[in-house]
């Protein structure tokens, strides 16, 4: 059963933050994702717009987002969220989110510099083996890759 609570907010926001966090623009801007250019956005749209227009029902159930706009203190007496509500509840995540994103993305590109040197090395030793010299299949490093990048 799903308890609101400040922590579990803030882990809604964030998933709803990080999705946003790959499209180019400021915050003000992003929420033209969800008002189409006005101020303000039923609370309906903006469910909408979550699960289907950002395709997060598999993130966010229904509930959880209904829970999010009547419980939020922000919004709980409000039938709009409006671009000033956005931005308090979603500035810091989405900023958060695109420094994470940068940061997997950054740990991505590391760690296949480190495997496409390992297999320069163990070329160059003439190890014709499919392992490279530290024991990875080509295939468990991009299964590696898939866990982390999720």
Request: aromatic residues 8%; hydrophobic residues 35%.
């Amino acid at each position: 059963m799903l308890h609101y609570n400040k922590q579990w907010e803030n882990e809604l926001i964030y998933r709803i933050a990080k999705r946003l966090a790959r499209v180019p623009g400021d915050v003000e801007m992003l929420f033209g994702v969800f008002s189409r250019g006005t101020r303000s956005v039923t609370k309906e749209d903006f469910k909408y717009t979550c699960l289907k227009r950002l395709q997060m029902s598999k993130d966010i159930s229904e509930r959880e987002m209904d829970m999010f706009l009547r419980g939020c203190p922000r919004l709980a007496e409000k039938e709009i969220v409006g671009l000033e509500d956005f931005l308090m509840l979603f500035s810091a995540s989405i900023t958060q989110a695109r420094h994470d994103i940068l940061d997997e993305d950054a740990m991505q590109l590391h760690t296949i510099q480190r495997y496409q040197q390992m297999q320069r090395t163990a070329q160059e030793e003439g190890v014709r083996d499919s392992r490279s010299s530290v024991g990875f299949t080509e295939k468990e490093i991009l299964d590696i890759l898939a866990k982390m990048r999720s």
